[in-house]
Structures are given as structure tokens and as C-alpha cells.
């Protein structure tokens, strides 16, 4: 198990290598002198050379590459050129907001999906089996900045239950969780159903049935032990999905999380900032798929014992 | 002690009604092993999931009659119906690799059973599921309790099924091709098995396959049906000795002999209709070799040879009505 | 559940639904929700593309005395802060929605299966690369990937199409690499293989036909998404950049006047919600009409 773990956790540090190169190449091509674009258009040329300097703007793409690495390891991802303040310290300012409402819309996600998901499965084929499915699928069409937009004119302004925006206690999460979560509640709910169905068309489900085990207990014993698997899976496969969806949500509802800072950063053609929130989120992405992956083999006795044996 | 009468299960489809189980009677009595034999689709293990009441949308029991010692199973409220399942009828499939939840151990499993309908303690079912592995021939069987499915053979994984179907005694063990997964040496083993718990524990069993061979090796007593009707019925000497039905006879003509006739092997030429297209008059008559002008007119009924023999086919009207196992 | 013997569904998909043409037309028959989906595309799609034979404003043309005139017989969805009439602009924001849902898909789409096929065909170190770098783009949240992309190009629609193109092949690499491996092992592959058929003969003469199937399901599934990542970034002001309309665009423009002014911001996301709606029911009902895997 400790192996497999290890072996599991070393093949994602490629990956990450991979995504930080990709994203320094990206963020590093970019057309025009980001020195000028920074400062404007008029100042002195040797300020800029006396910048670029600094910076090492002018050594090759590679050895660039490489030190941002080695700082980034070290925790360092240079500095922000709007703010001039250490980029490490910014994210680790904005991280908490971003995790508070990852997990707050995580959780209303599992508290309606899940459970729709399994009574859709059971009632398959059903009016209430369609009418469900069809409103999950409303929650994956949803434009997120729309929603938060529209609950902010009904629950803040029209009623004023609720502040339209800001941070600073679980009441201004509220919103920003319902809409968040409520979206990936959608895509829940539609794997919790379909992972369960696929389950009850299996020869065990039949065997279940045959030792006389009452329809309620076939599924809850011996289909939902199966069919939670893949879901722990996207549970943590959804950090993704979440954290894509923070960045709209933030923007929406003034939490100045990762999201918002990276929005900014584009806004301002910030690249070090942007790049520091970029690699840290996916970085936050590749050690949840990690987890699930992890998690999936304490579960699932297939590879659980595979492992212990080898 | 099994009297299935006049079952009619039908499945309701897109392209119309299929008949999978057409008016089929079946008798099973105590102490027994009846074989019901076909080819892939003529109804046998829809009539055997019957029996259960475990057909499953779009199928319905249609009509019909299924008594378990003169109790009627047809329309029994589910929650009694659940105390019958691997109670007193248990059920084998053909899977023995897909029929285990492969979440559990093995022995959680077969135990399952016997808390349900014995109200058993976790422990003492325990106990009984390594008697019952013992009976069942499992090797170690303390340590196998706690394996998964996927850590053992096929033909253990058969056995494991085997001891969760007789874990509570059952009057009566139907087996789903249960041995066709297997390979033949350890198929032989598992017949070998059944016949010894039979014997041994006064099981009867209903030996749903398709293999003449597993029938010759197994059973008292056979049905062989055809897309969804009994054609014959006959203890086993009288089926394998004086062969009726031409559909029958083409079975057990495709069965190589070492001792044979050297040449090609015979076959039935054509298949098997789909059940939402039969033929007019009898359903084997566009593959039958004796099929006279009648036979594609007028469906023919089951008429008595001997006692206890009953055949499906205008070659037999003489003998009369009456050709029915009850 | 039928017991394994019963077969009759299939002997049914046998009959009127071989190929994957007749199973479309046999969802669209059955599934009134898909149906009534492509009806609503269709409709969006004409409406948009037909607009300058019969629209009697120009989207793009202020109007000042008209600002913010409510919903009338002659604006039948009002008109924005600049006098310009809602329903009309919402008709032409329609093109860059259909665009950026048709075009960047069906690139990524071929780019994924190119790759995909390849990956899974050629196996050994091609495979590793193709899949390593699927590996990579997968693990960005694609909504930030495409983020990135549009920063390195500088916004505006062409950046989106290409970064929403760049975000999305590699799942449905992931699909073709895994359909082409089991393929390869096909007795037909192997027949074609033994009498020494060429590499890229086999894949375009027998991988790829028995691809397109889940080719046409990633494409209808894939689509919504494109749409919603569009509106999402032009919300944040890195898509599409005025004087082109975007539904997105429109919302991040009427937030504003959201208090006393709610349609404007209102109809052009209901305008996303119906169209990425539409696209998902016909996605599911093709999905469940193609893919052998998902069939109840």
C-alpha cells in the first residue's frame, strides 16, 4: 500500500513539472515587452535595461524556467509587479477565502447531489427519475456569474436577507456556496445515478435479490458500496471544477480569493502574480486527484489487497 | 413439491409482446435433480428467475400458477416472497465471477444469508459458513473466509455460491448453467458436488444448461424446451433411450461421440426464431426435418407416449391428450 | 437482468438501428426532450445568422433618447444604457456563441482523435509523450488554462478559440487512445494487420469508423461547455471585447444597472442558460442512443 501511494505520488511530479513549463512558456511568449507593458510606454530606456537586469528578463527561456523553479520549491514565486509585494504572500493571504468556499460549495454539492442521485437511480425511469435529471442538467447549464448575480438582486437587494458581497463571516458565503455548489451538485447527482445503475445491472445485485434481501437493503448494502467509489473519485476530481468555478464566483461576490487575485493579475497584466496562482491552484488540483486516487485504493479491496500482497 | 402450471411470462417491448415463457409446466419433487434443457434464449432462465419472482422490467408474469408445497408463490405480498428467497429456494448463477459482490469478503457474504433468515449472530454464522465451506469442499475454508471474490478461482468462486445457496437448507436449489463458466475438469467437480449435496442434504435441484452432457451426468428428470414451450418431457433413461421429438433429437445428435460415426458433426440447420416473430403452427417446424404440411398450420399439443413421457409434435397424436407432468 | 440467455433487446437494436445515422434518427423520434433541443438550436442558430435580412436595428447603433426604454411593442426587450435595442443584440451575441461552440470543439475534436488514434495505435514512446501531455492539460482547471491562453494572445474572440481548442483535446485523446487499444485487438484488425495493411490504412480504414460513434457523443457533450467557458471568460473581460456582442459580454456590461435596470442583465443569461440547456439534452439523448455503455 505504502508503495503504491509512493508510486502514486511520484508520477505526479512530472505532471506538475509539466504544467509549470507549459504555463511558463504560455505566460513568458507573450507578444510586446512585458517591461513596457508594465511601466508604460514612456519611460526611460535605462530603467528598463537597469529592470530587465534585475529581473534576468534576458537570459534564455530554459535557465529562466529553472530558477523560477528552484525559488518556487523554496516557496518563492517572485514578486507581483502591480503590487510589488511577494507573490507566495499574496496567494497565502487569498488561499483561506478560496478553501472556505471550496469547501462550503463542495458540501452543498454532496448534500443535494448525492442524495438526488440515489432516489433518481431507484425511482429509474420514472416522471421524478426525469424531472430530477432535468433539473440537474439545469444546474451544469447554469452560467455561475449569472446565478450569483440574480441571487444577489433577489436575496440582497429585493429582500435584503442576505449582504450582496464580501467575506467576513459564514452569512457571505452563503450565497456564493449555493451558487457554486448548486452547479456541481448537477454533475453529482448524474454520476451518483449512473455509477448506481450500472451496479444494479450486475450478477450480484441478481444474487442479492435471490438470498432475499429486500430491495431497500440490495441497494443501500451491496449497490452503494460499489457505486460510492467513482464518486469519491469526482468528489475530489470536483476540487477542479471548483476552483474554476471560484475564480467566477470570487469575482462575483467580491471574496478575495485565488480566483479574484488571478483575475486581477490578467486585468493588470500582472504575469508573476498570475503565474504564481495559476501553478499554485493547479498544484492544489494535482494533490486532490492524488487524494482520490489514494482514497480509491483504502476503499476498493480490489486494489487494497492487490497491494498488500505484492 | 415444485409445481410450476401453465406459466406465461411475457416481455414487454418496443417491438411488441415476447412470449419467454409460454405456458410452461414443470414438476419438481422432493429428493430430486430435474434438468431443463434449450438453447440460448428459449425461456429457461426466465422461467427459473420466475420461480423467484425476480423477472425484471420489461418481463411480467403473465399468469400461471407456482406452488412451493401447495403454497401459491404467484402474487405473494414481496415481503413474503423475500423470505422464501435463499430460504427456501436458493439460486446459482452462471457467473460465479460476476455474481459475488467483489466489495466483500466471502465469507461476509454466504454469513449474510443466514443472519437474514435465521436470524443468526454475526458469529455463529460464521461458524456455519466454515461448516459450509467444509461441505462444499473449500480448502482452509477459516482462511478463505476472509478472502475477496477476485482473489479466488472460478470453480472456488462456484463453490462459494454453492455454500450460500444451501447455507439455510433450502427445499430447493435452482442452478443457472452453473457450471458453463467452468472448465470441464473442474465442472465435473462441481457436478460431482451437487449431486453429493443432494444426496447428502435432500436438496432438490433444478439444473438450468444447455449441455445434453451435464444432463446425462446429473438429473432424474428433463424438460427441454423451445423458444418458450416444453416440446418434451421424460425421465432421463426414456429421454436418452427412446428419443421423441425431432427438435430433441437434434440435441442429442450434436453432441460428438468419440465411438461415433466418423464425418460431420449434425447440426439443427437454421435458428431460433425471435420470439416476436414465431412461425405459424409449431415453433420448430421451419427447422424440422419431419415437419408435414400440418406442422406449419396448426400448433401441435403435449401428448403422453408412456407415463411420465410427454412430446410436443403431430408425430405423436396417436398416443393422445394428456402428454402433461401433473 | 433479462438472465443472460434473454437477448432481446439487442436482437431489436439489431433490426432498425445498425448504424449510428439510424440510431440518431430513432432517439430523435423517441426522446421528445432531444428533439424539441434541436428544434430550439435550430431556431437560435437561423434566428442569429438570418438576423440582417429582417432586424430592423442595427445591434451596434446608438440610440440616445431610447436608453433604457422598457420592454414596448417596438423593443419588445427594451433597450441598453446606450439606446440599443436588447432582443436584437441578444439575436447577434447569439453568433459568438454558436461559433465558439461549433468551431473550437470540432478542432479540439480532431485534434483529440488524431492524437488519441495515434497514442493508441502506434503505442511505445508516442504513446507515453501524447499521453503525458494529455496528462499535463488535464490537470489545469481548463477554465484557467483558457485563461492563461487568452492572456499570452492579448483577449479578443480568436484567443478564445484557440484556447478553448487547446483546453479540451485531451480527454477526448484519453477516449480514442483507450477505443483504438481495445480495437487493435479486434479479430478485423488483427485479419488486416496479418496480411500486412498498412498503419495509417488501418486507422483510417477500421479505427476510425468504429470511433465516430463516440466521436459524435464527446462532440454534443463538449459543446456546452465551450459555450460556457466563452461567456465565462468574456464576463471576466479577457473574451470577446466590444464592438463584437457576447452573451457573456452583455451580462458584464448590464451588472451595473442590475438594481434598476434587472432584464438587461437577466435576458442574456437566460439566453446562455436556454442555449447550453438545449445543447446538454440533445447531448444526453446522443449519448444514450450512441454509447453502448450508458444504454439503460
Request: glycine share 8%.
Amino acid at each position: 500500500m505504502a508503495r503504491y501511494i509512493l508510486r502514486r505520488f511520484l508520477i505526479s511530479i512530472p505532471v506538475l513539472v509539466g504544467v509549470a513549463l507549459i504555463l511558463f512558456l504560455l505566460l513568458n511568449v507573450v507578444p510586446g515587452d512585458p517591461v513596457t507593458l508594465m511601466m508604460g510606454e514612456h519611460i526611460k530606456p535605462a530603467l528598463i535595461e537597469a529592470f530587465r537586469a534585475r529581473m534576468h528578463l534576458d537570459d534564455p527561456v530554459l535557465v529562466r524556467f529553472g530558477r523560477y523553479m528552484l525559488g518556487a520549491l523554496r516557496g518563492d514565486f517572485g514578486v507581483s509587479y502591480k503590487l510589488q509585494r511577494e507573490v507566495s504572500g499574496l496567494i497565502w493571504q487569498a488561499f483561506p477565502h478560496t478553501v472556505k468556499l471550496t469547501i462550503y460549495s463542495a458540501f452543498v454539492s454532496w448534500i443535494i447531489g448525492i442524495p438526488a442521485g440515489i432516489f433518481s437511480a431507484v425511482k429509474h425511469n420514472t416522471l421524478i427519475d426525469r424531472s430530477l435529471m432535468g433539473f440537474s442538467l439545469m444546474g451544469v447549464s447554469l452560467p455561475i456569474f449569472w446565478a450569483g448575480l440574480l441571487m444577489q438582486y433577489v436575496f440582497a437587494s429585493r429582500l435584503g436577507w442576505l449582504p450582496v458581497t464580501g467575506y467576513y463571516s459564514i452569512k457571505y458565503y452563503i450565497m456564493p456556496s449555493v451558487v457554486l455548489g448548486w452547479s456541481s451538485a448537477g454533475t453529482v447527482a448524474r454520476l451518483t445515478r449512473s455509477n448506481l445503475l450500472e451496479i444494479m445491472k450486475n450478477d450480484f445485485i441478481r444474487t442479492a435479490r435471490a438470498k432475499g434481501l429486500s430491495e431497500p437493503s440490495v441497494v443501500a448494502c451491496h449497490a452503494l458500496k460499489n457505486a460510492m467509489l467513482p464518486v469519491i473519485t469526482v468528489m475530489a476530481l470536483q476540487v477542479a471544477g471548483l476552483l474554476g468555478g471560484a475564480v467566477m464566483t470570487e469575482s462575483v461576490f467580491g471574496i478575495p480569493g485565488i480566483g479574484r487575485i488571478a483575475v486581477d493579475a490578467i486585468t493588470h497584466r500582472d504575469m508573476p502574480l498570475l503565474q504564481g496562482t495559476i501553478l499554485f491552484t493547479t498544484a492544489i488540483v494535482i494533490a486532490g486527484n492524488l487524494a482520490a486516487d489514494i482514497m480509491y485504493a483504502f476503499l476498493d479491496p480490489r486494489i487494497r489487497v492487490e497491494q498488500a500482497n505484492s | 413439491m415444485l409445481q410450476i402450471r401453465n406459466l406465461k411470462t411475457h416481455f414487454f417491448t418496443r417491438g411488441g409482446v415476447a412470449a419467454a415463457v409460454d405456458d410452461v409446466s414443470i414438476r419438481i419433487p422432493p429428493r430430486s435433480i430435474v434438468g431443463v434443457v434449450g438453447e440460448s434464449g428459449c425461456g429457461k432462465s426466465v422461467t427459473a428467475l420466475s420461480v423467484l419472482q425476480l423477472v425484471s422490467r420489461p418481463g411480467k408474469i403473465v399468469s400461471g400458477s407456482i406452488l412451493l408445497d401447495g403454497e401459491e408463490l404467484i402474487g405473494k405480498p414481496s415481503k413474503q416472497m423475500r423470505r422464501i428467497r435463499g430460504n427456501k429456494i436458493s439460486m446459482i448463477f452462471q457467473e460465479p465471477m460476476t455474481s459475488l459482490n467483489p466489495v466483500y469478503t466471502v465469507g461476509r457474504q454466504v454469513a449474510e444469508t443466514m443472519i437474514l433468515h435465521r436470524g443468526a449472530s454475526k458469529a455463529e454464522a460464521m461458524d456455519r459458513t466454515v461448516e459450509m465451506f467444509r461441505a462444499v469442499g473449500i480448502p482452509a475454508p477459516e482462511k478463505r473466509l476472509k478472502s475477496f471474490p477476485h482473489q479466488l478461482s472460478g470453480g472456488l468462486r462456484q463453490r462459494v455460491m454453492i455454500a450460500m445457496a444451501m447455507a439455510c437448507k433450502p427445499s430447493l436449489m435452482i442452478a443457472d448453467e452453473p457450471t458453463t463458466a467452468l472448465d470441464v475438469t473442474i465442472e465435473a467437480q462441481i457436478l460431482h458436488l451437487m449431486k453429493e449435496l443432494e444426496r447428502d442434504m435432500g436438496t432438490s435441484i433444478m439444473m438450468i444448461t444447455h449441455n445434453m452432457g451435464v444432463v446425462a451426468e446429473l438429473c432424474d428428470y428433463v424438460y427441454v424446451m423451445y423458444a418458450g414451450k416444453v416440446m418434451e418431457h421424460a425421465g432421463i433413461f426414456d429421454l436418452f433411450d427412446h428419443t421423441k421429438h425431432p427438435y430433441t433429437q437434434g440435441l442429442l445428435n450434436s453432441i460428438p461421440k468419440p465411438s461415433g460415426v466418423r464425418g460431420r458433426l449434425f447440426n439443427i440447420e437454421g435458428m431460433v426464431p425471435s420470439l416476436l416473430r414465431l412461425p405459424k403452427g409449431c415453433r420448430f417446424s421451419p427447422r424440422c426435418e419431419q415437419a408435414v404440411r400440418e406442422c406449419f398450420e396448426s400448433e401441435p399439443g403435449l401428448y403422453a407416449v408412456s407415463p411420465g413421457h410427454g412430446v410436443r409434435c403431430f408425430l405423436y397424436r396417436d398416443c393422445g391428450d394428456g402428454g402433461e407432468a401433473i | 437482468m433479462n438472465g443472460a440467455e434473454f437477448d432481446l433487446d439487442q436482437e431489436l437494436a439489431q433490426r432498425d438501428d445498425a448504424t449510428a445515422a439510424g440510431r440518431l434518427k430513432g432517439m430523435l423520434r423517441n426522446n421528445k426532450v432531444a428533439a424539441f433541443s434541436v428544434l430550439v438550436i435550430a431556431l437560435i442558430i437561423a434566428a442569429s445568422f438570418a438576423a440582417p435580412l429582417y432586424s430592423p436595428y442595427d445591434p451596434n447603433k446608438p440610440s440616445l433618447s431610447e436608453r433604457f426604454a422598457p420592454p414596448s411593442r417596438t423593443h419588445w426587450l427594451g433597450c441598453d444604457d446606450l439606446g440599443r435595442d436588447q432582443l436584437v443584440r441578444l439575436i447577434y451575441g447569439a453568433r459568438i456563441s454558436i461559433v465558439i461552440g461549433l468551431l473550437p470543439t470540432s478542432l479540439s475534436m480532431l485534434l483529440g482523435a488524431a492524437l488519441g488514434m495515434i497514442s493508441g495505435y502506434v503505442g511505445g514512446k508516442t504513446d507515453f509523450w501524447i499521453m503525458r501531455l494529455a496528462d499535463v492539460v488535464l490537470a489545469f482547471p481548463s477554465l484557467l488554462l483558457a485563461m492563461v491562453v487568452s492572456y499570452t494572445l492579448g483577449g479578443g474572440i480568436v484567443s478564445i478559440f484557440i484556447a478553448l481548442s487547446a483546453v479540451s483535446w485531451a480527454g477526448t485523446a484519453r477516449v480514442i487512445r483507450a477505443q483504438t487499444m481495445s480495437l487493435k485487438e479486434k479479430e478485423f484488425v488483427l485479419a488486416a494487420r496479418s496480411i500486412g495493411v498498412r498503419g495509417g490504412v488501418i486507422i483510417f480504414r477500421h479505427i476510425l469508423p468504429n470511433c465516430v460513434p463516440s466521436l459524435i457523443v464527446l462532440f454534443t457533450l463538449n459543446i456546452p461547455g465551450a459555450i460556457m467557458n466563452e461567456s465565462s471568460l468574456s464576463f471576466l473581460g479577457v473574451g470577446a471585447s466590444p464592438p463584437s456582442t457576447s452573451w457573456g459580454l452583455m451580462i458584464y456590461r448590464y451588472k451595473t444597472y442590475l438594481l434598476s435596470y434587472p432584464w438587461l442583465a437577466i435576458a442574456p443569461g437566460m439566453a446562455i442558460l436556454i442555449f447550453v440547456l438545449a445543447f446538454n439534452f440533445l447531448g444526453d439523448g446522443v449519448r444514450d442512443a450512441l454509447d453502448p455503455y450508458m444504454k439503460d
